[in-house]
């Protein structure tokens, strides 16, 4: 440790000689850490399951959960397919769809049936989210305060407890995030091993690293993402992209001779096998059951007219594909059809529809039950409502985490910043390509996990808790025991407007019965009504 004059306190300081990256793979507190983790999770847990039952539309589903939690009942009795009439509405692959079925394989078709599978995955997103977050700035404050601040998200809060896709998707994708942070702690770790060794310098391209099965399981987890909605292919591009920059930089900073053309021949095709061909293997598969049905829409459509449609020859350039596989074809461009006939422009509007400019803000929530009859707030009329709507505290600060991260990534070359960024900006950048077509709030939830992180990475910067992305070269000592306190009082004062925000907001994100002038007041601007 290199000893600075009192006054010099919070500066940084550049290192004379150049160093090879600190042999920092990891976070060392292994049972502190899984200790934190289990007992927030648990949190998270009680927060998700508790009367996950209510509310429902009758006993019936309550808006879309009105085609999943069906689909995925047909799909249970089906033979792993959706009966032929419910076509119409069927435009998502299954995987979103066979997570449901799971639920109301135990509980049958009931609410806790079609919404306990989304409640595990809920919880499990906590989990994740504090692991990763903790790797990111080997800190478990720091992964418990990410931890906290999921929780008392609106947003995931409410997809959690509601038999819809996009909570698996969030999951999926999150994950697949979590497997290519680890994955670049065990490349660094396998070239510091090889530096060790001095075969660095073997080869001009540096050394091979190995079989890495986490960029692999990330693969399967993309896979999964697309198979849930087909915008998982964003993160396909983005987290393909942000592997092989990791593999670049690791490469560089381990004074690999040519670090370019050795990811390049390295490290460039196998990311293709891990990040391309293995999602679109694990896609295909998860038609298993409808390559393997009779009865399941378009199965057979090679070769059969249909009445009112074009047939599908059997011949043509493409003749060399199995029929199976070109009847999936035929019915992947039914449902992308359908997709983009859903525009504005075509007449096709919904009263809580919105634009992703909304979305970093949850300018515009979505209005998923409402009830305006009933008691038991003690009035003769009471609203019961869910409304999908990020926390204020959380989704208001979205912004200036944005550009905090922008400013640390292109000044500092903060690799964690950079990443988070990458997560968000594939969650809500692709749908400004396609601004007319008809889009909702929930869209957004796979944008929340990496909002959650980059706020924590903020924190952690507040608390003097996030060491430099390049600790080998520099040297930042602690600020000093006042402005440490007075930043700690600062995090712990945001945590808490976090925590008492998610308070309030608690009977309009679980349909308890409120007064009408309650309802009122939870509706802070013109936008959410």
Not at 61 to 68: A, G, M
Not at 427 to 456: E, V
Request: hydrophobic letters at 45%; one cysteine or more; charged letters at 15%.
């Amino acid at each position: 440790m290199i000893e600075q004059p009192a006054s010099s306190v919070g500066r940084v300081y550049t290192s004379p000689a150049p160093l090879r990256p600190s042999p920092d793979f990891g976070p060392t507190d292994r049972m502190r850490g899984w200790l934190v983790t289990a007992f927030l999770t648990v949190i998270a847990a009680i927060t998700r399951f508790v009367s996950l039952s209510y509310p429902t539309d009758g006993g019936t589903p309550t808006f879309d959960e009105k085609y999943y939690a069906h689909h995925a009942w047909e799909m249970l009795n089906g033979g792993g397919t959706e009966d032929n009439p419910a076509y119409g509405v069927i435009v998502h692959p299954p995987v979103g769809k066979q997570m449901i079925a799971l639920g109301e394989a135990i509980f049958g078709y009931t609410p806790l049936g079609w919404r306990f599978t989304a409640a595990v995955f809920g919880t499990v997103l906590v989990l994740l989210v504090i692991r990763i977050t903790r790797r990111l700035t080997r800190s478990t404050l720091i992964g418990a305060i990410a931890g906290v601040l999921l929780i008392c998200d609106g947003a995931t809060f409410v997809s959690s407890r509601i038999g819809m896709l996009d909570i698996f998707q969030t999951l999926f994708v999150t994950a697949a995030f979590g497997c290519l942070i680890v994955d670049r702690d065990e490349v660094r770790a396998r070239l510091a091993h090889a530096d060790v060794q001095a075969r660095i310098a073997v080869s001009e391209f540096g050394p091979r690293l190995g079989v890495r099965w986490w960029r692999f399981g990330a693969g399967v987890l993309l896979g999964l993402a697309c198979g849930t909605k087909w915008s998982g292919l964003y993160f396909v591009a983005a987290f393909g992209v942000l592997s092989v920059c990791f593999d670049l930089a690791a490469r560089r900073a381990y004074a690999v001779r040519r670090p370019w053309s050795g990811t390049a021949v390295r490290d460039l095709g196998p990311a293709l096998y891990a990040l391309v061909l293995i999602p679109l293997l694990v896609y295909l598969a998860s038609y298993g059951f409808w390559f393997a049905s009779e009865i399941g829409y378009d199965r057979y459509s090679v070769g059969n007219p249909q009445a009112g449609k074009d047939p599908i020859g059997t011949g043509g350039l493409w003749m060399w594909v199995p029929d199976a596989l070109r009847s999936l074809w035929h019915n992947h461009g039914e449902s992308l059809s359908f997709h983009k006939e859903l525009t504005n422009s075509a007449g096709n509007h919904h009263p809580w529809e919105s634009k992703p400019w909304s979305w970093p803000m949850s300018l515009r929530p979505m209005l998923y039950h409402y009830a305006d009859t009933g008691s038991g707030c003690g009035q003769v009329k009471c609203v019961k409502a869910i409304m999908l709507i990020g926390t204020p505290a959380l989704w208001w600060v979205s912004l200036p985490m944005l550009a905090w991260a922008l400013w640390r990534t292109t000044t500092r070359r903060d690799w964690r910043y950079a990443a988070v960024l990458v997560g968000y900006c594939a969650g809500i950048l692709p749908w400004f390509l396609n601004l007319d077509r008809q889009m909702y709030y929930f869209y957004a939830i796979p944008m929340a996990p990496f909002l959650i992180m980059g706020i924590a990475l903020v924190l952690g910067n507040i608390l003097g808790s996030l060491p430099s992305p390049r600790t080998a070269y520099r040297y930042r000592l602690p600020p000093s025991g006042e402005r440490q306190s007075l930043n700690l009082l600062l995090v712990c004062l945001y945590l808490g407007l976090v925590i008492a925000n998610f308070v309030w907001l608690w009977p309009i994100l679980t349909g308890m019965p409120i007064t009408l002038s309650n309802w009122e007041t939870h509706l802070w601007l013109p936008s959410w009504r």
